[in-house]
């Protein structure tokens, strides 16, 4: 890693790092996709490698046993910045361009903060994680920011966020890209990569909120103003008139995000306040706590019910603290979808726990940060 920040130097160098995206290629595939010589491929290719954008890989074996090398983006040619704000904890990663952690920070938040405050402490975080790591920060290229709630241009967080409004110039003010993303959407991006480029995948996050991501083949689907996705203010029948922080009655997660479900497995002689205790719980197979996950999940998907037949995804995957125990939420959702959609398509939806979402969200944040690198914009 040298300490000189990378540059892409024009359109045509930003197509060829775009036409590395999904894996290593040779001069000749490359010279096939943009349609150029391969002599104006090989100049460009020794531009990229000279600004450490692309590095040679392995060689492969060609087509009569020649070796031919293969040319791929250098994952450490820039760092990203990733920053997400939980309910109550600022988490901050520095990682590669390939996702790959090279170090975190986790801050506690005291009460709310202001807009200043925040871009201080990321300030703080980023300059302590730079110093401790060795990293010049001169390398940190891109901030991606995640909030747990809808995400409308680029300067805002949500209102029932403990954060304050972000400011606009925050670009300007860390002299880098700037992105702002729903953390669902990011964890849809992270978690679609264990699947082919093309498949579209709904990821449904189950924290003290439950939130969702769409990844379609064209990119994240954000909808107007960034709501697409927030199927927790979907109203269920079991919810009742049940009021919720969004201003309507009935929603989902008043019964089947972590807060409620900490109420439902509580018992006089036994109160329940952190989502530890819970899993603790269904890790001793308390058999009230596994069927109350069963029914969270059975709202969950009656919630989803319209979004997966009007949708159609290949994938579902599900993440948050409680998709580590178990199926149970899962196999609700299942069993719900099942009743609700036609069998031709709800037998075929590929089902995905994923117990890593904050590892997952920073992968699909590396993505994003290099998209904005390559062509300017978060795809
Ligand atoms: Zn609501």
Redesign the pocket.
């Known amino acids: 890693m040298t300490g000189r920040p990378p540059e892409l130097s024009g359109r045509d160098e930003a197509l060829l790092v775009q036409g590395l995206r999904h894996g290593p290629r040779s001069r000749g595939n490359l010279a096939d996709l943009t349609g150029w010589s391969r002599n104006t491929v090989a100049a460009k290719l020794a531009n990229l490698i000279h600004e450490g954008w692309i590095q040679e890989a392995q060689e492969a074996r060609g087509d009569r046993g020649r070796p031919k090398v293969l040319y791929r983006i250098n994952p450490k040619a820039a760092l990203v910045l990733v920053a997400r704000f939980d309910a109550d904890v600022i988490g901050c990663a520095l990682c590669t361009l390939d996702g790959r952690i090279a170090i975190s920070e986790e801050r506690r938040m005291q009460g709310d903060l202001t807009a200043e405050q925040t871009v201080a402490e990321l300030d703080n975080m980023l300059g302590r994680m730079t110093e401790t790591s060795g990293v010049p920060r001169v390398l940190v290229r891109t901030i991606v920011i995640a909030v747990p709630g809808p995400v409308s241009g680029m300067t805002r967080t949500v209102p029932w966020s403990r954060v304050g409004v972000l400011p606009a110039d925050l670009g300007a003010r860390f002299g880098m890209n700037v992105v702002i993303e729903n953390d669902a959407n990011l964890m849809a991006l992270g978690m679609r990569m264990e699947f082919d480029p093309c498949v579209s995948l709904l990821f449904i996050l189950v924290q003290t909120g439950i939130g969702a991501g769409l990844a379609l083949p064209g990119g994240l689907h954000r909808g107007l103003a960034g709501w697409a996705g927030e199927i927790?203010?979907i109203p269920v029948a079991a919810a009742g008139e049940t009021p919720?922080?969004?201003?309507?009655r009935g929603?989902v997660?008043?019964i089947a995000a972590n807060p409620a479900l900490m109420r439902q497995f509580a018992r006089p002689e036994r109160p329940i306040s952190t989502v530890e205790h819970m899993e603790r719980l269904v890790q001793d197979g308390d058999t009230q706590a596994i069927m109350a996950l069963r029914e969270a999940g059975r709202n969950l998907g009656e919630a989803m019910t319209g979004l997966v037949t009007g949708l159609a995804p290949d994938v579902i995957a599900v993440g948050g603290r409680i998709a580590r125990l178990g199926d149970h939420v899962i196999t609700g959702i299942r069993e719900s979808l099942a009743l609700r959609t036609p069998p031709a398509l709800s037998s075929q939806i590929r089902f995905a726990a994923c117990d890593d979402h904050y590892i997952r969200l920073t992968r699909g944040a590396a993505e994003l940060a290099l998209d904005v690198m390559v062509d300017g914009r978060a795809g």
């Open positions: 927790g203010h919720c922080i969004c201003g309507n929603c997660a008043g």
